[in-house]
């Protein structure tokens, strides 16, 4: 095509510029500002923990700061509710666990739908958890604190992380498969039920390896038994609930990250890309095997199937446990 002036020239340009794709434009141009991770646990869980070592290796690969904003409560609602409406454009991320596959069960209304309304990118990791008590408690095994509880009906405080969290459920799932009974306490995020377990107001909880095993080490919590079929590399010498007395117990915490429904596959695939390749190294797998934690780094299509799995059984643990959904 010949231009008989630089003015016609420059006007195809516009033209050319003005019908060309946004999406297609801002894809040249992904990550153009900071990102941001929605963490809807507070800071100092395992679950945040694992977003800040995601953060931290993708502002060095994407070349913009990754930011992990702490947003908890309401079992997670919070959070989880501010990326479902976040715009998709891959700059608000979310980074929750278990909590988010139970909520639909106990929670009779939420603002947002856990399987529609966010796009997964990857399932981080898995990680057991683990059965602590205050020194000053008198049980020093599995049996002892279920022989304690049945001496003590309704006495013995447990913490949770919230009503509806995995901490609440692995416990409550705990009470009723031992057959005792406990009084649930309910905290805005596990790390304020952690610091009240610790100075002695309540007694028990059930919560994640990587959160709870540094205050094993330090004196200041007694572990009695892991919440996995199969003992945890990190802490080895300490046997699992199963075998410690009450067969077939099983509760685990993993951690997974999600974008909003919407955000193109393009940015879900260099996203997925960026973290299973930081996960993945060796210095991010001592850090996180050292907590007892197991990477999995699974495919956007796997982690879905996980969700989809993990929905169906929470549900089926609430109503078999009997907890009132809210």
């Not at 694992?50 to 997670?76: F, H, K, M, W």
């Not at 739908?113 to 796009?119: L, M």
């Not at 995995?166 to 031992?178: G, Y």
């Not at 039920?193 to 007694?203: F, K, Q, S, T």
Request: net charge positive; glycine share 8%; charged share 15%.
């Amino acid at each position: 095509m010949v231009f008989r002036s630089p003015a016609a020239a420059r006007l195809l340009l516009t033209v050319l510029l003005a019908v060309a794709t946004p999406h297609a434009l801002a894809q040249e141009t992904y990550p153009a500002r900071p990102l941001r991770i929605i963490v809807s646990i507070p800071a100092g869980s395992g679950t945040d923990t694992v977003a800040r070592l995601i953060a931290n290796g993708l502002s060095e690969r994407l070349g913009r700061q990754v930011i992990v904003d702490n947003r908890p409560g309401a079992g997670t609602i919070i959070g989880n509710d501010m990326v479902a409406k976040a715009k998709p454009d891959g700059y608000t991320l979310l980074m929750n666990g278990a909590a988010f596959t139970i909520s639909p069960a106990i929670y009779k209304k939420i603002p947002y739908d856990a399987w529609n309304d966010f796009a997964p990118i990857t399932l981080a990791v898995f990680t057991p958890n683990l059965l602590v008590v205050h020194p000053s408690v008198p049980a020093k095994s599995v049996k002892e604190i279920i022989a304690l509880a049945k001496a003590r009906p309704d006495q013995i405080l447990y913490a949770s992380g919230g009503t509806g969290t995995n901490s609440h459920l692995a416990m409550a799932l705990f009470v009723s498969m031992a057959q005792i009974r406990m009084v649930h306490v309910p905290y805005k995020g596990s790390t304020p039920g952690i610091i009240d377990l610790i100075a002695g107001n309540v007694a028990v909880t059930i919560n994640s390896v990587a959160t709870v095993v540094h205050h094993v080490r330090a004196g200041k919590l007694r572990a009695l038994g892991v919440a996995s079929l199969r003992r945890v590399a990190a802490v080895p010498e300490i046997p699992t609930i199963d075998e410690a007395g009450l067969r077939g117990y099983e509760s685990v915490q993993w951690s997974g990250l999600w974008a909003p429904a919407g955000t193109p596959q393009e940015i879900i695939a260099r996203l997925h890309k960026e973290t299973i390749a930081i996960l993945r190294t060796p210095d991010a797998r001592e850090r996180l095997t050292s907590d007892g934690s197991e990477v999995v780094a699974g495919s956007p299509a796997e982690f879905a199937a996980f969700i989809k799995t993990e929905i169906v059984k929470w549900a089926t643990v609430v109503k078999a446990t009997g907890i009132a959904p809210m």
